[in-house]
């Protein structure tokens, strides 16, 4: 079946960076669009990126844009998150998520890793 | 890219009908068939409940319908059920190729 996990999270400084990792099984990897969703301490779901099957296209929610970079390995069956100049706001569970083919829907979530960013 | 607006709670019985609406623009809700749903229990990753606006993936009760209507779509719980209780979001696929979530709604079993 399908399984997704989030690794990477941790306490980081302000500023400081940060890479999330996602290692996805059960499924053909490297035909799905793959996605990250936030969710801030008892606040709600936040969208922050896709990036398609072959790795060629992606989007970024405005918040993120310019700071965070995904991208993934095909051959390893891994998504990244590259998380730069971190701020406090960034502090959340993130969320790896696999894509429901041509609907733009995320049918499969991982359980997600914590990122807190303090000083 | 402001999140979709929801209900803060809706609440009801057991057994009853509730509808959780989900307004956007016609840059999101409007533009595309692609509103997704999601039910959250705490603690525990998002469960897709709804795609492409009604369609149900497998294995998801039919208890959970989806409809839109211009900007605005809905879920609706039918005979609701004490394990429905739990945060609802929307989703909607946007004319910038992005992805937005509702605001969210807690749903209480009275």
């Known amino acids: 079946q399908v399984q997704l996990v989030e690794s990477g999270g941790g306490v980081v400084q302000p500023g400081r960076s940060l890479r999330l990792s996602c290692a996805a099984s059960g499924f053909s990897f490297s035909t799905y669009g793959m996605y990250w969703v936030r969710q801030a301490p008892g606040k709600g779901l936040e969208w922050l990126a896709v990036v398609s099957h072959d790795g060629t296209n992606k989007y970024y929610a405005d918040s993120v844009k310019g700071r965070f970079t995904i991208s993934r390995d095909n051959s390893k069956n891994s998504l990244y998150l590259q998380m730069n100049s971190l701020r406090a706001e960034d502090s959340a569970v993130y969320f790896c998520a696999k894509d429901v083919p041509r609907a733009a829907a995320f049918d499969s979530w991982g359980q997600g890793t914590l990122v807190t960013v303090s000083s | 890219q402001s999140a979709l607006t929801q209900p803060a709670s809706v609440s009801g019985s057991p057994g009853q009908s509730i509808t959780i609406s989900c307004t956007g623009t016609i840059d999101d809700v409007g533009a595309y068939n692609h509103v997704s749903w999601y039910q959250q229990h705490p603690g525990k990753a998002p469960k897709l409940l709804i795609y492409?606006?009604?369609k149900r993936p497998s294995g998801v009760s039919n208890r959970f319908s989806g409809s839109k209507s211009g900007n605005t779509a809905s879920l609706t719980i039918s005979g609701l059920q004490a394990e429905d209780e739990a945060d609802y979001y929307c989703n909607s696929y946007t004319t910038r190729s992005t992805n937005v979530f509702g605001t969210g709604t807690e749903v209480t079993v009275l």
């Open positions: 492409d606006v009604s």
